[in-house]
């Protein structure tokens, strides 16, 4: 017992740079509270101490503002920050070292029984207001933005953001980063609002220029091997300048 609780007091060191002191952790910090009384409610749920739990759960729940099902199953290392608002289902799962802010919901979509809320898997940070809703798996290491609601599936490493969320795997940024240096400049920095009409238009066009610049490029020097004087055609090219287009997306 005493182990977890050195355990929970060293995370709040690591992830939250106002904290000052145990004292202030153990008497401050509702998110530890929630989680050292969830363990209690929680065996009492397992030996079948049912309304009992529920009742104590729902004490926790007035005292720190941050409603955790008994029948949660939450790993070692989680954090809670700040936490108000914070709704955790009875079948939801919450791996090691996750970190939850403000407003989170882990919920159901449905009045059937079984799985209903989700499973995260380790080191997965949710950011504040984010519903994460229906036995989703969220994978190792993901990211899920403020605010979004995520319905399906996040694989390990991504990140989810917007409504409905949508998913960028570390692969769809390499590859959105590959196709931006096609035109001597990077501007994918912004694909992190995903959600943004004005962003998805902006990546589509980015796209085409660089599959432009290059068949513009390949003609040119095909005409130029036929014998054609194509300078003009080479100075507009190279009248392209990537330094303004990143002043204009500043």
Known sequence: MFERLREDIA????????????????TCYPGLHALVWHRVVSR???????????????WGRWLTGIEIHPGATIG???FIDHGMGVVIGETAE??????LYHG????????????????????????????ILGPVLVGDGAKIGSN?????????????????????TVE?????EEKA??????????????????????????????VTEDRFNRLVAQLQRGGLDCGDAKAVADAFDPRQINKMLE
Do not use: C
């Open 11 to 26: 995370v709040v060191f690591d992830r939250d740079p106002a904290a000052r002191s145990k004292f202030e952790i153990l």
């Open 44 to 58: 009492l749920w397992r030996r079948k101490y049912r309304w009992l739990a529920r009742w104590l759960a729902h």
């Open 76 to 78: 070692r290392r989680v």
């Open 94 to 99: 919450i791996g090691d070292d996750s970190t």
């Open 104 to 131: 989170v919901t882990l919920g159901g979509t449905s009045w059937n029984k079984g799985k209903r809320p989700p499973a995260l898997g380790r080191n997965v940070v949710i950011g504040a207001g984010a519903k």
């Open 148 to 168: 979004a609601v995520v319905v399906r599936d996040v694989p390990p490493g991504a990140t989810a953001v917007g409504i409905p969320a949508r998913i960028a």
């Open 172 to 176: 769809d940024q390499a590859r959105r």
């Open 181 to 210: 240096s096609q035109i001597g400049f990077s501007a994918y920095a912004i694909s992190a609002d995903m959600n943004d009409p004005v962003v998805q238009a902006i990546h589509k066009l980015l796209d085409h220029a660089a």
